[in-house]
């Protein structure tokens, strides 16, 4: 990827709005957009993630949604790689690069550049390290990757069986993760909402949801055969749903508590953009005036 790519990261906590931006931005810079959405990823979780519908993308191309089955083995590595190629194939067209979204971590490690190795997969690997797992445990796997790697074995949990077996995978066929500066071009936008504010959209939200159908779209994809440990399954608005269908909660305490763990969710992801750097942090109380400051400040950088 050379110097010239450039890209336009429109980021912000759940329920601020990111999306509505993103499409008028690539309407008004001729641009595609790249979902940084660690749910959207996959096919059938379409109210829990609030994934945008086909009519609200005003034919503005979107990628990196739907791409996945529910039970598909996706990681950070899958999505920075996959970025990767699509900032470049749509600066080839000539076209302006937003990646818009949630999920941290697919943009730090995109933004600072994570090099995960020239491993690719090996499903033959992974297969056998499942197999070793369903005989000895999880345990035995962490063990494993401990002797071959103690500083990666640190960062993942003892039961993180998916983690585990692609670290293993990288010590097998690749190098180990390392950081350097991204070799792309970038703003980075982080929309930003007073917090009171934010948490009653997020409950508006919420409520919209179960209004769309949330309840039911969970309990069809369990009866589709969908195992609730997916990881999908184990995201915010979907664990709590598992939780009143298997009678452990009635149905306004699983509202209820989507809505709280949104709103923790909201205030950790806030956190998180505030840890970045080269965040441009703008409030969106007047979103024509936010607009503006975010559509200036694009033109400046592609001038």
């Known amino acids: 990827m050379e110097c010239m790519n450039k890209v336009i990261f429109i980021l912000g906590p759940t329920g601020v709005g990111k999306s509505d931006f993103a499409i008028k931005l690539a309407k008004d810079f001729n641009g595609e957009i ?13 109210v829990g993630s609030a994934k945008i519908k086909k009519d609200e993308m005003h034919d503005i191309v979107h990628h990196a949604i739907d791409i996945c089955n529910p039970e598909d083995y996706f990681t950070v590595y ?11 194939e749509i600066n ?12 941290g ?8 550049d994570y090099n995960f190795g020239s491993a690719d997969k090996h499903d033959d690997f992974r297969t056998s390290m499942k197999e070793l797992s369903s005989k000895k445990g999880t345990l035995s796997l962490w063990n494993l990757l ?22 293993l995978e990288v010590c097998e066929f690749g190098e180990e993760q390392k950081k350097s500066q991204a070799n792309f ?39 589709q055969g ?3 440990d997916c990881q999908p399954m184990k995201a915010i608005g979907y664990k709590e749903i598992i939780s009143f269908l298997e009678g452990e909660i009635d149905k306004q305490t699983a509202v209820d508590l989507v809505k709280q763990h949104s709103r923790n969710y ?8 505030r840890g970045m750097s080269n965040v441009q942090f703008v409030d969106i109380e007047d979103r024509e005036l936010a607009y503006q400051e975010i559509s200036e400040e694009i033109f400046k950088f592609l001038k």
């Open 34 to 46: 790249i979902s940084a959405d660690s749910v959207q990823i996959f096919k059938g979780f379409d």
């Open 78 to 88: 899958d999505y920075v790689e996959l970025t990767r190629k699509k900032i470049v």
């Open 92 to 103: 080839n067209k000539n076209m302006l690069a937003i990646v818009v979204g949630g999920t």
């Open 105 to 112: 971590l697919y943009i730090k490690a995109l933004v600072e």
């Open 146 to 167: 401990n002797k071959k790697n103690p500083q990666m074995a640190k960062k993942i949990s003892k039961n993180d069986e998916k983690r585990i077996i692609r670290a």
């Open 185 to 223: 071009k970038f703003l980075i936008f982080a929309l930003s909402l007073e917090r009171q504010k934010l948490y009653e959209r997020i409950n508006l939200r919420v409520d919209k949801m179960v209004q769309q159908g949330l309840f039911q779209e969970v309990e069809g994809l369990l009866k």
């Open 226 to 228: 969908i195992s609730k």
């Open 266 to 273: 909201a205030k950790r992801q806030m956190t998180f953009l």
